[in-house]
């Protein structure tokens, strides 16, 4: 018998988890990442503008959040312009091919980087994003973020 307010409770296995990419060139910020995140969420790791465009192509609105990395090694895109580019911001015919099929998206945005006095709040909200955490990467403010971005976004809908 079920109670009025009783609550159906799935175990966590049960419930699928949320699709998070995470656009990253540092091979140890991933490593932390996948320990901090990968219970909770299915991690998604990039680590260049290509494997980001490649997965964003693939996976489109299925991507609950998108963590952002500013400044990326060895990619003809940084974190700026690919969050353009799934805002549908930038045009695509000056793109390298590779991102010419990465569907607009308005999957919320949050840019992490060590850069953050570099780049101020205009410029980020400008270019798609929702949010900025500064490196190194609190986690625990990392995830409030994460659950204000997407309130925030199911409110605005």
């Known amino acids: 018998m079920k109670l ?8 966590d296995s049960a419930q699928p988890k949320k699709k998070v990419l995470y656009v990253e060139d540092e091979e140890a910020n991933l490593d932390v990442a996948r320990i901090c995140l990968e219970k909770k969420y ?25 963590l952002m990395d500013i400044e990326l ?5 940084d974190g700026i312009q690919l969050t353009k580019l799934i805002r549908g911001k930038l ?13 607009v998206l308005k999957t919320p ?33 990392l995830e409030m973020a994460m659950v204000q971005v997407n309130l925030s976004k199911l409110q605005k809908k």
């Open 4 to 11: 009025v307010g009783q609550l159906d409770k799935r175990p």
């Open 42 to 66: 299915d991690l998604l790791l990039a680590r260049n503008d290509r494997e980001a465009c490649q997965i964003l192509t693939q996976y489109g609105d299925d991507i609950a959040i998108i």
């Open 73 to 77: 090694k060895n990619s003809k895109l």
């Open 91 to 103: 045009d695509r015919d000056t793109l390298p091919e590779y991102a010419r099929s990465v569907p």
């Open 109 to 141: 945005a949050i840019f992490v980087t060590a850069y953050g006095d570099k780049y101020k709040s205009p410029s980020i909200k400008e270019a798609g994003g929702d949010r900025m955490i500064p490196k190194p990467v609190d986690f625990v403010e």
